[in-house]
């Protein structure tokens, strides 16, 4: 299907960019393309101008800061992002995803920021962002405000992204001292849509001091196990011990279910998913017991 006519520009500037999207009534960003432009092309949604930021430098760095957290420019692409020397240094499990989503012509074009703000409940990096605890900055007119990941994805296709606003970076603080991230999906196959997703981060030392669980797929944004998390903390730090942990995951979840997976079936995967990405986490920070 061919697209419909739109208007384009390609500001040099993210101030550019900012005026041209508050200025102009049905104007949007325009970075890898890869979901938009199939939005467009389905007639799913009308834009009037698309404004292409995906050339500015200014959103496109990865950048490591002297205490260990990390900067990632929402303009910067999948593949960029997996072969990233300080992204690998600090957060490997970032890398990693990156370099798993969807073929390589869409991971080099793709990018951090079209990922998240688009608000798939199935997309790869949201639930890690959650479970690191990052912090995404909008920027508008009037300055950038921060706010966390974990109120960043809202819903469906939603985000705290307003009229006249653009994602500009993704902050990552480090891990701290005994933590660890892991990450684990289900899927349809190779290269497809996943059925669930669950990311971790957990701080141990033989004993579950702290812990992260974030599931995706089976609500409207990524969902934080706050049950899980609190069956986890003060626990030995084994495999029995997560699997336990894991038990708790049930009723508490509505997800939905199509043609690939029942509700039932991705209620049952999240707790495979969850105490898989726990378990890696534990091992990547070194706490496990034994």
């Not at 049905?26 to 979901?35: K, R, V, Y």
């Not at 669980?213 to 084994?238: K, N």
């Not at 509505?254 to 998913?273: F, K, L, Q």
Request: aromatic fraction near 4%.
């Amino acid at each position: 299907m061919l697209l419909e006519s739109v208007a384009y520009a390609r500001p040099e500037t993210v101030d550019q960019a900012l005026e041209m999207l508050s200025s102009t009534d049905g104007a949007a960003p325009l970075a890898g393309g890869q979901s938009l432009i199939n939005v467009l092309k389905h007639r799913v949604a009308s834009i009037e101008l698309l404004v292409d930021i995906s050339r500015l430098e200014e959103l496109r760095t990865v950048q490591d800061r002297p205490d260990g957290t990390l900067e990632i420019g929402a303009c910067v692409t999948y593949d960029e992002l997996e072969h990233s020397e300080p992204a690998r240094a600090a957060h490997a499990v970032l890398a990693d995803v990156a370099g798993h989503i969807e073929d390589q012509q869409i991971r080099n074009r793709g990018t951090v920021g079209g990922n998240c703000c688009l608000s798939d409940p199935t997309n790869n990096l949201p639930p890690i962002l959650v479970a690191l605890g990052a912090t995404m900055n909008i920027q508008s007119a009037g300055g950038v405000r921060e706010v966390p990941a974990e109120e960043f994805f809202e819903g469906y296709f939603t985000t705290a992204v307003g009229e006249g606003e653009l994602l500009r970076s993704i902050t990552v603080p480090p891990l701290p001292a005994g933590g660890g991230a892991g990450y684990s999906t289900v899927a349809v196959g190779a290269d497809s849509k996943a059925l669930v997703r669950a990311a971790a981060m957990v701080r141990a030392d033989g004993q579950i001091e702290d812990a992260r669980v974030v599931l995706a797929c089976v609500a409207p944004a990524p969902f934080r196990h706050t049950g899980m998390e609190g069956a986890l903390r003060g626990s030995e730090a084994t495999a029995a011990a997560v699997r336990e942990a894991s038990l708790v995951i049930g009723e508490d979840l509505s997800p939905p279910g199509d043609v690939h997976a029942s509700a039932d079936y991705r209620r049952e995967m999240a707790r495979v998913v969850a105490r898989r990405s726990v378990w890696q986490a534990i091992e990547q920070g070194g706490g496990r017991r034994g």
